[in-house]
């Protein structure tokens, strides 16, 4: 027993911790154990708990094994690979089967998924109805529509928990766009967006600045303000 | 204010997070012919940067190799360029605390020999002294050899 002081010990456990740490008592007492320790209800994990910590610590203090050394300093020799800055940022969701991106400084919310009410009249075109998003409603509008994504998959096997409601604001006027999964913040180089094949169709070509890559996906790098000119003009023809 | 905290020997020191650059493994060291060979070089991203041994400068041994051990990086206190750095070795360089400026007391004794020593906080294991590695120089490293003045500029005539 190292430091330990019988006389005053509110707590043996904290006393114990004073020296070096020879107990297991996370796998004794502790949530690893029985969970009968005191100090559990006012700490109420191990992690939270000195002893487990100084434990911790105590593995830093072994000997380095013989070629730890080398191969720091192998790695810290090598210059700083200085990579340049990534200056281009896009949120990358999927609708059916296709990935897309759009411009992360339109958005101003992802959230889940709502039930959209129709509107009356309203047809099979891009306007999907209203959705109440904290108490304002929004437009829905549906970004596969415009783009004439082919249903590839029948809509009851896409996974609705990872359905979300994109809000955007693109120009002022708030939307909401339901996508069926949401992978992400991507950011990138402008010059590194690989050009859109020749074999793809020409109204998904004038909407498509570029393709990233992420998520071993190939994500449709939008280009926002022809995507949402033709979203707003399709809604006013209404 | 956030401390990364050491030890040199027994003694237990913390050193402002803000004046830290970056925290490294205990790396190969070349020996620079120094008192108490207190003073090595190791290649830092191509550079060679100085390193002080804190425990063989106040604890005259050198710092146990083991992996709590590490260099502290911070900028050189007496260099002419922001680049140039200097790698403070310690034990136990483990861990990082969170304190208010009223956590910190002016301990009350100010050695002229050791004018790098701030004022100290207390903790369950007792006392932490706060150190301004830039005043380092001043007190127990002021053996140390100065840095030349642009050191990566200089022609190096009868070199080339």
Same mark, same amino acid.
């Given at each position: 027993m190292n430091g330990g002081s019988q006389s005053l010990a509110p707590s043996a456990a904290i006393e114990r911790s004073v020296g070096n740490v020879s107990t297991d008592?996370?796998?004794?007492?502790?949530?690893?154990?029985?969970?009968?320790?005191?100090?559990?209800?006012?700490?109420?994990?191990?992690?939270?708990?000195?002893?487990?910590?100084?434990?911790?610590?105590?593995?830093?203090? &072994?000997?380095?094994?013989?070629?730890?050394?080398?191969?720091?300093?192998?790695?810290?020799?090598?210059e700083k690979e200085a990579a340049a800055r990534a200056n281009g940022s896009a949120v990358i969701f999927r609708i059916q089967s296709d990935w897309l991106a759009l411009p992360t400084h339109i958005f101003q919310e992802i959230t889940e998924h709502r039930p959209i009410h129709s509107l009356p009249h309203c047809g099979p075109g891009v306007l999907l109805g209203i959705a109440n998003i904290r108490g304002e409603l929004l437009i829905c509008v549906a970004l596969g529509r415009l783009l004439n994504l082919a249903p590839a998959v029948p809509a009851q096997q896409i996974r609705a928990e990872y359905r979300r409601l994109l809000?955007?604001?693109?120009?002022?006027?708030?939307?909401a766009l339901p996508v069926d999964e949401?992978?992400?913040?991507? &950011?990138?180089?402008?010059?590194?967006?690989?050009?859109?094949?020749?074999?793809?169709?020409?109204?998904?070509?004038?909407?498509?600045?570029?393709?990233l890559s992420a998520n071993s996906h190939s994500a449709a790098f939008l280009k926002a303000?022809?995507?949402?000119?033709?979203?707003?003009?399709?809604?006013?023809?209404? | 204010?956030?401390? $990364?905290?050491?030890?040199?020997?027994?003694?237990r020191y913390a050193i402002s997070a803000s004046r830290v650059i970056e925290v490294l493994p205990l790396l190969q060291m070349t020996p620079v012919p120094a008192p108490q060979g207190t003073v090595a070089y190791f290649n830092y991203k191509g550079r060679p940067t100085i390193a002080v041994d804190l425990c063989a400068l106040t604890c005259g041994r050198p710092a146990h190799a083991? $992996?709590?051990? =590490?260099?502290?990086?911070?900028?050189?206190?007496?260099?002419?360029?922001?680049?140039?750095?200097?790698?403070?070795?310690?034990?136990?360089?483990?861990?990082?605390? =969170?304190?208010?400026?009223?956590? $910190?007391?002016?301990p009350g004794v100010h050695l002229q020999e050791a004018p790098h020593l701030g004022p100290v906080f207390m903790d369950e294991e007792g006392a932490v002294q706060c150190i301004y590695e830039d005043r380092l120089l001043l007190g127990p490293a002021r053996r140390l050899p100065p840095p030349a003045a642009d050191y990566t500029r200089r022609p190096f005539g009868h070199f080339a």
């Open positions: 008592c996370w796998n004794k007492s502790g949530v690893y154990g029985d969970r009968t320790c005191p100090e559990l209800q006012s700490i109420s994990h191990c992690r939270n708990c000195r002893i487990y910590s100084r434990a911790g610590v105590q593995l830093l203090s &072994r000997e380095l094994w013989p070629d730890y050394r080398r191969e720091w300093t192998e790695h810290f020799a090598r809000i955007v604001n693109p120009a002022g006027d708030r939307l949401v992978h992400g913040v991507c &950011r990138f180089h402008l010059q590194d967006l690989k050009a859109a094949p020749a074999t793809l169709n020409r109204s998904h070509r004038c909407y498509t600045a570029g393709f303000d022809v995507v949402f000119s033709d979203l707003a003009r399709s809604l006013h023809e209404r | 204010m956030l401390f $990364l905290t050491f030890k040199t020997g027994q003694q083991h $992996l709590g051990t =590490r260099i502290i990086l911070v900028k050189h206190p007496a260099a002419p360029a922001p680049d140039h750095l200097l790698g403070l070795i310690a034990e136990q360089v483990t861990d990082v605390v =969170r304190l208010k400026s009223t956590d $910190l007391a002016d």
